[in-house]
């Protein structure tokens, strides 16, 4: 991933501090379809923080850091979290976790818009494609 990750951070026009910024859905999607490809059950969770109810803060949905939830993507494979952007949160670069990490918070109904859900499957094609030459 690290060879495609500096043309989509081109193509969205940033220079980022970790180069694995802001490529969470699109590396979970394409890391599911190697997972599935190679005979697993995957998913990509994507999960957005929101207020609570328990009060103003936003949570537990995404990934927590230290201080606060973060929005961010992964890959479930029956019991296990397969994170493989982590660090732009300041955590390990690969994360293999078993499902009950605290760090993990799921939210089912966070869904793209029809755009921005295209974008996506494109860049995981095109990744695809030279995958598997």
Do not use: K
């Amino acid at each position: 991933m690290e060879t495609v990750w500096p043309q989509w951070q081109a193509e969205r026009g940033v220079v980022p501090v970790v180069l694995s910024q802001n490529t969470c859905v699109r590396t979970s999607l394409f890391l599911q379809r190697v997972l599935v490809h190679e005979g697993f059950a995957a998913v990509t969770v994507n999960s957005i923080p929101r207020r609570s109810e328990a009060g103003p803060e936003l949570g537990p949905y995404g990934f927590r850091t230290s201080d606060r939830w973060e929005a961010h993507a992964w890959v479930e494979s029956e019991d296990w979290i397969i994170d493989i952007t982590a660090d732009q949160f300041g955590a390990d670069a690969v994360i293999v976790t078993r499902r009950d990490d605290p760090r993990y918070g799921r939210a089912d109904s966070d869904q793209p818009s029809e755009a921005d859900a295209r974008r996506r499957y494109l860049a995981v094609e095109a990744l695809w494609q030279r995958w598997t030459i």
